[in-house]
């Protein structure tokens, strides 16, 4: 923790994207404009009114950046959680039992990881909900593409731990098998874990937008930030400020995120460690 | 090597078995294809709904349907489509665009990695490195679909500058019966975009498999036999550093037709990804499964490829 | 053992060194790791740099050859002929690198390039300097080859470093590093990642080499013993200084430094098994704490004094000066180094283990035909079966050791794992007090786990680093049943037990140096109060200033606690110390087996009289009138296991001393385990032959 405090980059990332929730979740309590209601300004350029400007229907586009990232964040959170905490608990049953059930665990990765994850994402989002799409269902199967992948980092992590010997020695103590996943080799997994999170974030912000911008996302009346670069795409030329910032939104918290991530994994890099050999 | 190549076949072609029934399955349960019809306003008559269900195969038992399915695959019949085309030869046209694009942005993505990745890692936190690792992060986080739209007018105010379209922004070209040279001007923009979207997490990659490299034993026992820094690097780091590359690209394949999928719909391409975004907002269920079929299979053979690609390359494999 | 060769230009060889270092420093950042070391080394002399981690002697040797990082800050004098080195470019270094100056490695596994032949790496050095033709530089490599011993060179040479086995990986590697023809050797620990018997096989080949092409070689090592028996000229490094320096007898014999006194004290030798060792207190310092206001020594001297603490020593000259070689005269880095009455008075007496107290007459263990195979993929996949332990029988008492050696692959430690179930066993039974282990299941088989515990061999690897010392102890004392409020008071006392203070309790282990942390896994094996303890190379990761300690540590609980040890080890020195009775493994199965001293002194089987001659003696007197009996090759792998007696293809027995008719029965027969007398039993046709073998 210590160490990932004195990175300037993931420190300033860290504060960035706390910042950047409170936008989200806190902005809309108290600006004045929703993003589900017009105002009277219509295809306004950035102005004091209106820090991001307006749509050519009247909407406030900074009120409506304030939705589409409290969307977005939301899934690419939730996601990261979900995944990371399924893909743990499946990576360290594979990696520490090893044999059968990893076998079958590992199976069923591969079929899952055969198909290109974006056209699954799009064929369950619009064959089970159509157009009404919520949220929760785009995170519900973003996760489920995603967990595999932090199953099998998490289980070369928990494969190699298990053979060390404070496992074997817990093990020649009677420790059972849940007591030594739940007391030694999750704690110490838990580096892994972390950056799994983070990265996951960055990629599911990524994919929920892109998903989005093709029309298989968050549906109007909604937005998120993936739906604010698609409808405003013709007007990159004439209306750029409604391009310019729902996008660099996505960049801004996806670029924190691979920052904080990467301050994770330098913090717990052994090769960085205090320890040296002569 | 022989032995191990078939081992590699034997476990990917069940694979592929496996893959098709869970996807028929997975598609099969999670939506009404005929929802579409029931919804409409005025409903068409029941009969018609269900003579359309007859014609789909609809009526009949899942696992009837995917018997039915599996072995008109191997006659090389994929299934009606609603949409009324012939899926095989729509397929077949299809992939040529989407695979022309796929495969130049892996070339030229994967060159980029390697010379970015291996210069960052010799440079390991010196200024050049901290510039370079800065950039791929930005990549890192940069939406396709943004780029896309962002290059696509950058290009045509370039267009407009320099008089003539040098840059097409919109379709793939083959209907314009565009070739050769020609073809540059309409692939450039979307190989780009693919190239950025993906060259930045293999550059890492690279990268962190270079620094290994550096410092192992046999580094220092090249640099102890009278080779420089450089040429240690080149006789004796790439190889080991990029084998494990190899795989990493196999495994990407499924984010870069993500990427494809994406900017070939924002310079309006009749590709993969087209075939994709229709089949699916049309409930064409035959078409989406014909695709992903193509690219389970593209992926499965990809990454039993890349096994063997790295079984050439390594001598502890092949001896074996 | 090896004598200046005066071949060349006498006039020269006597005069120029060929190599000089002047106050040598070295920088990582803060960390000053190399703190003014000065030495020269001519033409034709061994050099040997003794050292235990930390002490800086892979640093400077580093240094010399130009491979530390980039940022590294080096400050001094290095020259090679005259030319300086410090500040070369990495070009005009390339150009000395392997054809003048050349290095060996400690770890053969890993400094080979796994993905090109060792042949293609071998005309690669050839050709790196000399414009040879490729079926030249070839032919020249197939040469090289077979001056360090590589059988079948022709053929060997287009293998691939996987399929060479460690020492044959050494052999290569001392082939690329004389394939010039180099000026100056440097061999950093060639010998520590690797067997005994193959130490003395390679230690010849650098041998070999060194007279091949007569060059200086720089012998970079932890371990006295191969100094003792290989170095002309010793410098002792401690915190990043040369300490000590000298003729290796005048060293060995006269040391004027406490430390080397304390080395030499605290090394256990297979020929004085019975004299106590004398620890070191404390551990070698980091070199990150080092202040430069002090002698680095100070805190673990036995004579140490107010001035040792303020002041740190410079090198004194104390033997008789040599005005042509002023670095080879004697000198020693201590404030005393002059006052022999000081530092050549006595070293503390250790407490005396009372010897055999607590031994009783009760079987604690007793393993009967322990069987351990297990399925193994091979790279491509294949599975093969393979049987690490096959048909291992002993018994150990009250108070006893049983000092289980053999090569690293011999299955010792497969055998180890099998006894705790660490490791279910393929067939066997292991009785503890009577009670059969190997049918124990659930509550019975957790019961029971508590009365055989185990002490691993990396320290930094068995301890669990997120947990305080309080918490590792604790759980075991919970799965011995101790309440939770008995338990911080346990874990006071089981801490003062094996040395260390109860505030250490809730540290973490990162917090502690190596050997504490070995006293601390110690702590956790006793918390259940077990019968039997296996050590498992327990001191092999230890400095060797270090090992001492815990050695006698162990001693003392044993004769407490009346605990029974099976101690797994390579090495025998360590063994030979504390066992009781010896046994010898090879190739999964028990050779040897008898008291201690009965084997040591007239071993029945040749493998342990190999074995035993292998061992270099920290004595150079003794070391150099010794001569090993070099066994050929290395221990073939358990999946092709020889017909008749597995030791055949590498015994001397075998080899010199058989007509035909009795060949066949060592092809023939595999030898069972049979008493040559009351206390000892050999799996040998003709034991009565071993006292035959010559040392070659």
Redesign the interface.
Known sequence: MRRFLRNPTSLIALVVFVLVLLFAFVGPQLWIYRYDVYTDDISQPPSLAHPFGTDSTGYDTMAQIMRGTQRSVLIALVVAIAATVVGSIVGAIAGYFRGLADAAIM?VI??I????????A???A???M?TETSWTTIAAVLAFLAWPIVARVVRATVMSLATSEYVLAARGLGVSHLGIIVRHLIPNAMGTITVAVTVLT?TAI??E??LS????GVQAPDTSL?LL??TS?SA??TRPWL?YFP?LF??????CA??IG?GVRHALDPRQSTRRSA | ML??AI?RFAIAAP?LF??SF??FM??AF??DPM?RYRSMDPPPPPEAIASIERQLGLDQPVLVRYWNWLTGIFRGDFGASVANVDIGAELGARMLVSFRLIVLAVLIAAVVAIVVGVISAMRQSGAIDNVVSTLV??A???????VG??LK?AAIEFNEAAGTTVFYTVGDGTSSGAAGLELVGFLALPTIVLVINQFASWSRYVRSSMIEVLS???M??????????GRAVV??GL??AL?PFVTIVA?D???L??GA??SE?IFQWRGMGDL??NG??N?DVHV?MA??LV??TA??VLNLLADLVYGV?????R?? | MTTLAPTLDAASTMSSPLLEVRDLHVRFGAVHAVRGVSFDVRRGEVLGIVGESGSGKSVTSNAI?G?LPDRTLIEGSITFEGQELVGLS??AM??????RL??V?Q?PM????????VGAQLI??IR??RPLSKAHARAEAVALLEVVGIPDAQQRIDQ?P??FSGGMRQRA?IA??M?NRPDVIIADEPTTALDVTVQAQVLEALDQARKHVNAALILVTHDMGVIAGHADRVLVMYGGRVVERGDVDEVFERSRMPYTRGLLASIPRIDQRDAPLRPIPGAPPSPATLTGRSCPFAARCAFAQDVCTSVEPALLDVGAEDEARPLATHAAACHFARHPEIVRADLPTVPEVPAGGGRGSEVLLAVVDLVQRYEAK?????RRSVVAVDGVSFTIRAGETLGLVGESGCGKSSAARAVTRLQEMTGGTVHVRGRDLAAARGRELTSMRRQIQMVFQDPFSSLDPRMSVAAVIGEALALAGVPRRARAERVAQLLRDVGLSEEMAERYPHEFSGGQRQRIGIARALATDPDVVVLDEPVSALDVSVQAGVVNLLARLQAERGLGYLFVAHDLAVVAHISDRIAVMYLGRIVEIGGRDEVFDDPAHPYTKALLSAIPIPDPKVERSRQAITLRGDMPSPSDRPSGCAFRSRCPVFASLLDDERRKRCERDDPELEPTSTSRDVACHFPNLTREVQHA
């Open positions: 199976r591969d079929v990881l055969v198909f290109p994850s974006i056209a699954v799009a064929v369950l619009y064959l089970s159509g960055a990524l994919s937008t892109a911008y093709l029309g298989f993936g670069v698609s795409q990159v030329m391009f996008g996505i960049v801004l918290i996806a670029l691979s920052f990467d | 032995r191990f081992r694979m496996i893959a869970v996807m997975m598609v999670s939506g929802s992060f930005i890192l986080a940069l939406p396709v679909f943004w739209v962002l007018y192992a034993d046999y220092r026992l090249a640099r102890a036999k009278g080779l420089t820094k006789r004796h190889r080991n084998m495994l394949f499924s984010a037709v993500g999928i994406v719909s994709l975004l699916i907002r409930l989406v695709w992903l690219f389970a992926t499965i390359l390594d001598p502890r494999i001896t074996a | 050859m491979l990495d070009g390339s150009r000395l690198r392997g054809a050349s290095m490695f770890d890993s400094s080979l390039n796994p993905v090109l032949t690669e050095a790196i300097h691939y996987h399929e590697v690329i590093a394939a091979d790279r491509a996949g294949r």
